[in-house]
């Protein structure tokens, strides 16, 4: 089985792209911080870097409410591959295809947040199966317990 769960933050402003069947998708990518590392003594945390790529309704709601600096959720599957880079270095690279995304930087927060805020009253949550709202009030639905079946 590959499923994978990741909470990070945009390293950039997602970018949008239509392939030539017209299908929409947008890339990003995130940096994922270890918890534990060689360099968290001197205050700075190691990260891990993930390509992600959201593809169709997935991708445009990602496309318009995401921006650098921004906490995110990824569940997806992820795929690795190993290339040279410029330098010649061998290097590694992980993609992630998402099927679903969670916006978990708060209203009113991390830099154009207020455009966000304002675009997106009741999508903090988008996913491929086409679910896009959470509920009014933080999340949170009040409930009779009388009107509980237990």
Partial sequence: ?????????LT????M??????????????????RRGNNAEAGQPEADF???TAWRQ???ICGRYLAKGRKVAITGTVSASAYV??????????EVQADDVEFLTPKGEAGDAGAYASAAPAAPR??????GSAPQGGG???VDEEELPF
């Fill in 1 to 9: 089985m590959n499923k994978v769960f990741l909470i990070g933050n």
């Fill in 50 to 52: 993930f390509r992600v």
């Fill in 17 to 34: 792209r239509t392939t030539q069947s017209g299908v929409n998708l947008c890339s990003f990518t995130i940096a994922v911080n270890r």
């Fill in 140 to 142: 949170f639905v009040q």
């Fill in 12 to 15: 950039r402003d997602p970018e």
């Fill in 126 to 131: 988008a996913n491929n199966a086409g679910y």
């Fill in 85 to 94: 880079g410029q330098d010649g270095q061998a290097r590694a690279s992980l």
């Fill in 58 to 60: 997935l991708g445009d």
